[in-house]
């Protein structure tokens, strides 16, 4: 199975703020990667697919990048809805992994 | 508007069988590909099963030979038959459906709970 990381598992910030996370799969997965954000007690939402695409109505501040093994996914200027968890996903090969989150809270 | 609404979650013992549901609407549930993911209380993300429109399934490791992905298309709606549950089965099951972008989940329903407990 490919594994999934991310950093940092959790990250302060402030609303303005640039924020970058890492997603690094444990073998290339060329661009097979989305990106998604989820709200407590809520179900998660795709922003990101095939690793750069944004999906429709998605705000730009949002951008991923990447291709293989490394992804970051960064947000260009922090809103206070963007206060939640972030996760990647793997579409390569089956078991489609996801990473263990990134929760990116209120400095 | 595409919708998916689960049910059929609840408590369940060691041991015992659940079906979950996924009502679709919006769309049809045989031409897409369609997923379960869950989430365990305060944990992560686990992709758990797909149904490929073409009927193909697969399965993560850690339900392999216990659950089983189904679909009835006159229904329109998506179903997780779960057997032989275990106490680490127990989770926020998500009905997904595969968008057209990059093999990427592009909406999910809220989610039904599956406790397993004595």
């Known amino acids: 199975d490919i594994q999934m990381t991310q950093s940092p598992s959790s990250v302060s910030a402030s609303v303005g703020d640039r924020v970058t996370i890492t997603c690094r799969a444990s073998?290339?997965?060329?661009?097979?990667l989305a990106w998604y954000q989820q709200k407590p007690g809520k179900a998660p939402k795709l922003l990101i697919y095939?690793?750069?695409s944004l999906q429709s109505g998605v705000p730009s501040r949002f951008s991923g990048s990447g291709s293989g093994t490394d992804f970051t996914l960064t947000i260009s200027s922090l809103q206070p809805e963007d206060f939640a968890t972030y996760y990647c996903?793997?579409?390569?090969?089956?078991?489609?992994?996801f990473g263990p989150g990134t929760k990116v809270d209120i400095k | 508007e595409v919708q998916l609404v689960e049910s059929g979650g609840g408590l369940i013992q060691p041991g015992g069988s659940l079906r979950l549901s996924c009502a679709a609407s919006?769309?049809?549930?045989?031409?897409?590909?369609m997923n379960w993911v869950r989430q365990a209380p305060g944990k992560g993300l686990e992709w758990v099963s797909v149904?490929?429109?073409?009927?193909?399934?697969y399965y993560a490791d850690s339900v392999k030979g216990r659950f089983t992905i189904s679909r009835d298309s006159s229904k329109n709606t998506l179903y997780l038959q779960m057997n032989s549950l275990r106490a680490e089965d127990t989770a926020v099951y998500y009905c997904?459906?595969?968008?057209?972008?990059?093999?990427?989940?592009?909406?999910w329903g809220q989610g039904t709970l599956v406790t397993v407990s004595s």
């Open positions: 997904a459906r595969r968008g057209d972008g990059g093999r990427s989940i592009d909406y």
């Open positions: 149904i490929y429109s073409g009927g193909t399934t």
């Open positions: 996903q793997q579409a390569n090969s089956f078991p489609f992994t």
């Open positions: 095939a690793a750069s």
């Open positions: 919006g769309f049809s549930v045989s031409n897409n590909y």
């Open positions: 073998q290339g997965i060329s661009t097979w």
